[in-house]
Structures are given as C-alpha cells and as structure tokens.
C-alpha cells in the first residue's frame, strides 16, 4: 500500500550503522558517541541518516547538558524558546519534564516543533534523563508518506493552499497561567509570539530533498488562509487524521541516557500521557537553519 518506504530508498553507511524501526520511518542508530567530537564523515552521515528515515535514536549517550548543545550545532543553530522557559546556564536547554501525578504532559498533541515560527524548527535533539518503568514513549508520524498517499484530487486542492499557525492555543496565557506564575516545574514567560499568526505553504517542498510533504499539525495549525474557522477546520481535521495512519508512523520506546532526533518540519510526533505517577525528564533542543518553508 504505501507509494515509497524507507526500504525502498536504502543508504549506504560507513562510520554508522542504521536499522529501520518500521516501513515508514525512523532507525536505531549504533557505532557512534554523540558525547565525542564528531568527524566530518560521521556527522555527513547522521545528517543523511536523518533525511531518509526522519528519525534517529541512539542509546546509552552520556551526553552532558555543555555536549549536548555542542551536538546540536552539528544540525543548525541552537534556538533559545520564546516562551518556554530554557535551563540555568543554558537558555537553549527546554527541560521537559512531568512529576509523578502531575495530568499533563508538555507536547500531548500531535504537532510539529514551533510551526508557529516564521521559519520553524528544522530538527530537534531529546535527551532523556529519567524515563518511567513504561509508559512516556514519543510517537512519530511521516509527513511526506502523508502526502504521498493523498489522492490526486485532493493534493491538486490543497497544494495552492497557505495555513495559518499560532502558539495561541498550546500556550494560552490564560489556560496555562499557573505556567506564567512560575508554579509548574515547566515555566513560561509570556511574550507577543503567543499572539502571532504565522503563514506557512499548506504543502512544503523538502530544499534538501526536492520532496512535497505536508505541513500542518493539531497543536498549531489553526485555521487556512482566505477561509473562516468553521470552514478550515473540516479539512484540517480530515489532513491531520489522514496523516496520522498507523502506516505512516514509528514510535520510540525510550531508555535512559537515549538519544532522539528529529527532521522535524517533515514530521509530527506526540507524547505519550501514560505514566501518571512516574517522573519524566528530558533535555530538548531545537535547532534552526533559517529556511522559511516554500511550496
Ligand atoms: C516535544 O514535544 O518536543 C517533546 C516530546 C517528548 O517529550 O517526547
């Protein structure tokens, strides 16, 4: 069923070794320290590596929070939040992190790292620090198989189409004020980017790839350009259900000290709320390669 999988576009690696997690994306990455320097080869091929399969895991990487942002700079520039608030000492550090009976879950939504940017986040780089017995896993959807599987009638459609993405929801100042008064173990300083209406290509072209994916997301896409909320949101409902196939996905079952990065304007990922009275930790950073998504 599926047009194109990651076993139908194979690569050949040298200093790493890839292995898919399933058909449509993502692959447990062996035969590298991401807490070493690494040389040009290794880090041509993790870039490659990320192109193809989306998303790459790596275990056990005694990565400290000074590596981690020097791993980083590997795939962009580090971005420090506008509203979430980042680490002592390193502001492009988010700590995501949930105590055990805390209800929510910082990104347990389907969404696409600060879509609402003008030009988004081109990957993301999660450490995890403390991860429950089970639960916490992060699930990850392909967006270019979404596409792909789109009929021709409706890709016709949608491709002339602008969306509309804003941070006014996911970080309403208003529904998450215990957030802004400091009191969470996450906190938010509010800023006018919460407000901001930002105007992407319904379908984006990968510069990297020369391949059409689909560019919107639950947590951040709001409304399409030229259309009312009440008219946007049949077809944004439908895209995002469409694109969210169990055929289309991965899903990352973590260990402590792993390693997860993403290509993330081609994807969308969610995380799980399933480990109420357990502590969760991770150190995020997005990184930025200051391309604005083009059609
Ligand atoms: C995020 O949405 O960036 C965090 C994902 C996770 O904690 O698994």
């Not at 580090?78 to 502001?91: F, S």
């Not at 699930?139 to 993405?165: C, R, T, W």
């Amino acid at each position: 069923m599926p047009k194109q999988t990651v076993e139908t576009a194979p690569i050949e690696l040298k200093t790493i070794e890839a292995k898919p997690i399933t058909a449509a994306m993502g692959a447990e990455i062996s035969g590298v320290d991401l807490s070493k320097p690494l040389s040009e080869k290794q880090a041509a091929e993790i870039k490659q590596a990320l192109q193809t399969f989306l998303v790459l895991t790596f275990k056990d990487q005694d990565l400290t929070p000074e590596r981690h942002v020097n791993l980083a700079k590997y795939f962009g520039s580090p971005e420090v939040h506008p509203i979430v608030q980042g680490m002592e000492g390193y502001p492009e550090i988010i700590k995501v992190i949930k105590n055990p009976g805390e209800t929510t879950q910082f990104g347990d939504s389907w969404h696409s790292d600060n879509s609402f940017f003008e030009s988004p986040t081109t990957a993301t780089i999660l450490h995890a620090q403390e991860v429950p017995p089970v639960g916490g896993d992060t699930l990850f959807s392909n967006m270019y198989l979404a596409y792909d599987h789109l009929s021709e009638g409706m890709q016709k459609l949608i491709d002339p189409l602008v969306a509309i993405h804003s941070a006014s929801d996911a970080y309403n100042p208003v529904k998450l004020a215990h957030k802004y008064r400091g009191e969470a173990a996450m906190k938010y300083n509010y800023s006018d980017v919460v407000e901001q209406q930002v105007e992407h290509p319904m379908v984006c072209t990968h510069p990297e790839t020369g391949r059409k994916f689909l560019y919107v997301n639950r947590m951040f896409t709001v409304t399409i350009k030229g259309m009312t909320p009440k008219e946007s949101k049949p077809l944004l409902d439908f895209l995002t259900e469409h694109a969210l196939q169990p055929e289309f996905q991965c899903r990352i079952r973590w260990s402590d000290k792993a390693v997860t990065m993403w290509e993330n304007r081609t994807t969308m990922h969610y995380a799980m709320n399933d480990y109420y009275q357990y502590r969760r930790i991770m150190h995020r950073i997005t990184v930025n390669d200051g391309i604005r998504p083009s059609a």
